[in-house]
């Protein structure tokens, strides 16, 4: 059964840590993994987009690396701020016909 | 560039009613896809068009159904509504099917079923 997870469940922190989330995936067939933010009550927005020919992803804070061997991806946020407080999700897509999401991480950044 | 529209952003139903959900995707987008997430399940797929065609579906009754129009705009319906059916409803678009693509998310249609 393909299913995605993601430890820890939340995560709280001082401002300026940095930090690793975690998603892990039982199949390695992905096709590629992307890593969402969600506010409270609202959409999903996208970070970053992973194809599985690829490694990591950088965009500004945010660092996300790719090993399909070992079923993992990293989310790494440098220098947190409270505006990243948020729950990020992962998802993998397998055959570019199923999107699987993991359950999330909910973070907190305190002042 | 306008993002992913979804209507109405909140709305309250009886059991037994049944909902129709509306999502405008980006501009050149030609894939619309449909999520449930509840606090218990998490994020759920419902179903997915591409140029007007359900590509893929997932795990749900036949109570949800939807269908894309010729301008990609895409409707979600829910008949018989449930207690169970209370959710945020959310669909994306992307200019590829299947999750191939960056996925862009509406802020979603909050049901709640009394």
């Known amino acids: ?111 | 560039k306008a993002g992913v529209t979804q209507t109405p952003r909140y709305l309250i139903k009886t059991r037994g009613q049944q909902v129709t959900l509306s999502c405008s995707p980006i501009s050149g987008h030609r894939s619309v896809s449909w999520y449930q997430q509840t606090p218990g399940q998490g994020l759920q797929f419902l179903f997915e068009y591409f140029s007007e065609t359900q590509r893929n579906k997932g795990n749900f009754p036949g109570r949800f159904s939807g269908r894309q129009f010729s301008n990609s705009r895409s409707e979600m319906n829910v008949s018989t509504l449930e207690l169970g059916d209370s959710a945020l409803y959310l669909c994306a678009s992307s200019l590829a099917q299947g999750g191939a693509g960056e996925l862009f998310f509406g802020e979603g249609s909050r049901l709640t079923v009394l």
């Open chain 1, 1 to 111: 059964k393909q299913e995605v997870t993601q430890i820890p469940a939340a995560l709280s922190v001082p401002e300026g840590e940095n930090l690793v989330l975690n998603c892990s995936f039982t199949d390695s067939a992905i096709y590629n993994l992307q890593w969402f933010r969600q506010d409270p009550g609202k959409g999903l927005t996208s970070l970053l987009l992973i194809q599985s020919s690829q490694r990591e992803q950088t965009s500004g804070r945010l660092n996300a690396s790719l090993d399909k061997s070992s079923g993992r991806s990293t989310l790494y946020i440098a220098a947190s701020q409270p505006g990243d407080s948020a729950t990020y999700l992962c998802a993998v897509t397998y055959n570019t016909d199923k999107l699987i999401f993991g359950t999330g991480t909910r973070l907190q950044v305190f002042p």
